[in-house]
């Protein structure tokens, strides 16, 4: 795995990009990846005295009063949630299909597509270990420019990008502008297969998964390349080779009314969580399985993390 980007014993993940609301038939959730990052990582890193903080903003209503209040509530600061007076909190619509696997739906022109790289996003840039974005956050072209400030910003530190694909956002310019401002990047079985055929060359989805993942590792210059396979679980290509980790619990116990939304997020916290920490990268994918197999196994993206993955990060 990439090294922290020193020992420091305090180490500090952000979680860039758009806080919103996850909106389903029957129910309005908060989510969006970055705070989902965030909310994960933070109670990951705490008994290690590190923290995890989003960059974001959201409008100046009730559902941003709401983003603020549950990120207090889950003890993540919140100096770095901008509001705005003019637009609305982002909601993207949710439908579920008979396995619980989500497809979406963003509503356009939200708060963060005026997202401003202040001096205090510059600050935050400037010290903190690792750094989580994907595209969506990039569909404004103010939007993009922050990205782009806020990861040059933030050159030394881990800067993990993982695709979160949505048919209506992404070009292939896209996709090779954020790999460029990566280090890392994470990506599920569909989005490697169609990352292979717009940027590699191959035929999508032909190539096995580990041939796909070291050549966008070797073309990108990126120090791993984590691919989520949902019930099989995350595995990585880095210096050493294709690694795997011990798979993810099976969801037998898990809850009626369960969604796999946010898995791959809490699957992010754990692999910059592993990574931060020094872990060996097998150690790391046990990490991010659990958190993945845990989150898929609830309703939400954020649900609050049981005493057994707290004890997986607080043994040595
Ligand atoms: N059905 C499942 N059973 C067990 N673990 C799961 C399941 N679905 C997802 N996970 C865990 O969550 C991670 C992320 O899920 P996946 O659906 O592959 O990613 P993404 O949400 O990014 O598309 C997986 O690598 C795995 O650890
Ligand atoms: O921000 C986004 O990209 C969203 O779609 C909002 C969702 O709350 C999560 O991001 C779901 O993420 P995963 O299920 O882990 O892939």
């Not at 207090?72 to 901008?82: G, I």
């Not at 007076?85 to 739906?105: C, F, I, K, M, W």
């Not at 990126?222 to 619990?249: C, F, H, K, S, Y």
Request: charged share 25%; net charge negative; with cysteine.
């Amino acid at each position: 795995m990439p090294a922290a980007k020193d020992s420091r014993s305090a180490p500090l993940i952000v979680g860039l990009g758009e806080a919103l609301f996850d909106c389903f038939e029957d129910k309005q959730v908060l989510g969006g990846a970055p705070l989902n990052v965030a909310i994960h990582a933070d109670a990951l890193l705490r008994p290690h005295g590190g923290s995890a903080v989003t960059a974001t903003r959201v409008g100046s209503d009730p559902l941003g009063d709401e983003v603020v209040r549950t990120l207090q509530q889950r003890k993540v600061a919140t100096d770095w949630v901008q509001r705005d007076a003019n637009s609305p909190t982002g909601r993207v619509q949710v439908t579920l299909d008979e396995q619980g696997v989500a497809s979406y739906v963003f509503e356009k022109n939200s708060a963060w597509d005026a997202i401003e790289f202040t001096p205090a996003f510059d600050e935050l840039a400037g010290r903190c270990d690792a750094v989580a974005f994907g595209t969506l956050c990039q569909r404004s072209e103010t939007s993009r420019q922050t990205i782009q400030k806020f990861l040059a910003a933030a050159s030394g530190a881990v800067r993990l990008f993982d695709v979160n694909l949505r048919q209506d956002y992404y070009s292939t310019d896209l996709l090779r502008d954020s790999l460029r401002l990566a280090n890392a990047a994470k990506v599920n079985e569909e989005e490697l297969a169609i990352l292979d055929e717009r940027l590699l060359g191959g035929a999508g989805g032909e190539r096995p998964m580990p041939g796909v993942a070291a050549d966008l590792r070797e073309k990108f210059a990126l120090e791993w390349v984590a691919v989520t396979r949902g019930p099989q679980g995350a595995a990585l290509m880095n210096a050493d080779g294709w690694i795997e980790g011990e798979q993810p619990a099976a969801l037998e116990e898990a809850d009626a009314n369960r969604d796999t939304v946010g898995a791959g997020d809490a699957c992010c916290a754990g692999l910059l969580t592993g990574t931060l920490l020094g872990w060996p990268a097998a150690r790391t994918l046990s990490l991010a399985n659990a958190m993945g197999s845990f989150v898929a196994s609830r309703s939400g993206a954020t649900p609050e993390l049981p005493q057994r993955i707290i004890d997986i990060v607080q043994a040595v």
